[in-house]
């Protein structure tokens, strides 16, 4: 782990199969989420500068003078979807209607437009074939429009006018999120008032950019998008659809969209494809240190009664052995190591095992800018690899399956390949292996896909995007909406830890009290909401980081375990004997309890999530058709009969089980 970012083959010719739906979001389709309407019985419309579009629920009307979108439901209830687009496109040509789309030019910025009615929804691409940019659409202007939800890690619903949100202290307003890597999923909604909403999804995610401004004490999106013929970015394309306001109901629209076009993978499915994978469900996730990754560690949590977790080691000179792996298998648990293929340094020097790789990797297989130079790796160590450098060399040289067949030798039925599925991509320019950062993104499902198929790997990786959802099973980090404070604060050695002791490293386990605004940003659970839960859950099970263990954070432990069971997603713990010593027995209590309402629900959607209270401190969540209903009490006071800092939990058919756990 010491390699890992803290923020931010012979098998290639057996790689799975993937939809073009899955390997790119852009591909992929949507369904409308509100409303009765049925707007395939009705038409486009052109009137002088106006385009009315038919939608579920309502119509979206177009001005093509300065794209412009309003909203009409079917209520008679309307609002702008989006303001005028930034900048002056120009006089607009003369509007096509054919075959169920509009279309029309910009032709002084170069620009194409067509819009369309399409599963619900309007759908807009704009296309240009040389170097623009373009700032649209301009969401949340319109004074209807009470929060903003935006898939941050797990997911964020901030009220729009609230002063602190719109402050520094926020560390909201003036940033910007890219698409395909800053955001776990390529969407945002809306929240207006009197049960409306809306849904934006960018198709065409690479490229991308969602700014948040701060104008007149109140919040609103900005999506950029960078027109590249270079990196194939020409076409942006941007889907509007009517909501019931929900703060999940975005997310709801997206999970739909994802449904109709292939995008979703279940637990089942990958279930029955490898019944490994079904030691996920009811386990706790641990990285593991010093005792606790020998054979006496885990006999030590089977006496606790722990009988499902997930354990995870450095892949250093002191890995999980074979007899240790033989005996968590037997205990029921998994056991998979860390490793990276993102970073390459001189072996000679390397200062992690995961980043020494067999020559030439270092330097011909690096990451190149556009002035030729090699890209530097994280924290300024070795370079970027270039996965597309790695997927050329693979048939003959075999990098990537000699290295995991050497990784998992103790018997490792798991693997956490960090970066891959975070989205942190590239561009490389060498000529030797020139790619874009599709083709990145490519590539790096792909080879996930040969992990979690072929190698037959329960395979996780770091806060994974919605498009990584059909190779791997578990994601650590997708649960953690980080502010971008944290990671200045991980830098801060004395104050956060380092990598010493070798045996219990303080980085991971030194306890740290959070900046107030920052803990504000990331915990509050008045603001947090399970938008990635309401679209993956019984896709991909999620955690929070590894370097935020359960007992990293004291000040929000008990919040973490009431958000942890509200959602129906495990802790992720760090592991050695001294905290096994001094918190085994609350990490058993909560594992036990955890573990029921995971075997229920695991492999069900999350189907319905609302605040039961006006200050939002009430929550609840349901799974499936009933199967499991959670509700926590984040509050001071009893709701319902429910104490404050507790959650109940209800399998259907079954009597109600309470927790309520004590902080750290």
Known sequence: MKARKLKKTKPQTKFIAMSAALLTVGALGTTAAFGTG??????????????????????????????????RADDGRTWQLSAPASGDLGTPGEVTVRGGKASWRYGDRGLTVTASARDGRLTVTVRSARQAN???????????????QIPRGEGLSV??????????????????????????????????????????LVESDIGTTLNFVSAGGRLHTEAEHAFSPQQATE???????????????????YRAWLQGHGGITTLRQKIDRNPEVAKLVGAFHAYTWGQARTAEGVRRLRDLGIDRMWLGYDSDTNP???????????AGYLVGPYDSWANAQDPASADSPVSAWPAPVWQDACVRGANGAIVTGFGGRGCYVS??????????????????????ANGATSYFLDVDAAGELFTDRSPAHPMTKAQDRHNRVQRMGWLSGDRRLVLGSESAGSWANGVLSFSHGSGTPVDDRLWKLEKDRPTWGGYTPAGAPAIFFKPVRLPSDVAKTMYDPRYRVPLYQTVLHDSVISTERWELSWSKLPD??????????LYNV??????DQDELDRHGKQIAQLQKYFEPLHKAAATQPMTDFRRLTEDRLVQRTTFGDGVLTVTANFSARTHDGLPAGCVDAVIKGGARHRLCPTGL
Do not use: C
């Open 235 to 253: 076409n942006y394309t941007v889907t509007f659809a009517l909501t019931d306001g929900s703060p999940v109901a975005a997310a709801r629209d």
């Open 38 to 71: 049925k707007p395939e019985t009705r038409h486009i419309e052109a009137h002088g500068t106006q385009l009315s579009v038919p939608v579920a629920g309502g119509r979206a009307t177009v001005d093509i003078t300065s794209l412009a979108v309003r909203a």
């Open 570 to 575: 495990p802790l992720n713990l760090v592991l």
């Open 159 to 200: 009220p729009v006018g609230d002063r602190w949100w719109n402050s520094a202290s926020a560390g909201l307003a003036g940033t910007g999120a890219d698409m395909a890597e800053g955001l776990t999923m390529p969407f945002w909604g809306t929240s207006q008032s009197g049960r409306h909403g809306a849904s934006y």
């Open 134 to 148: 373009l700032t649209w659409p301009v969401s949340g202007m319109d004074r209807s429009t009470q929060e903003l």
């Open 387 to 408: 996965s597309e450098a790695l997927r050329r060399a693979e048939p003959s040289r075999h990098y990537l399956a000699d290295r995991t067949r050497q990784m998992t």
């Open 320 to 330: 999980m052995d074979r007899k240790a792996t033989r005996l968590a298998q037997q």
């Open 556 to 565: 929000q432990s008990r919040t973490r375990a009431l958000l942890a069971m």
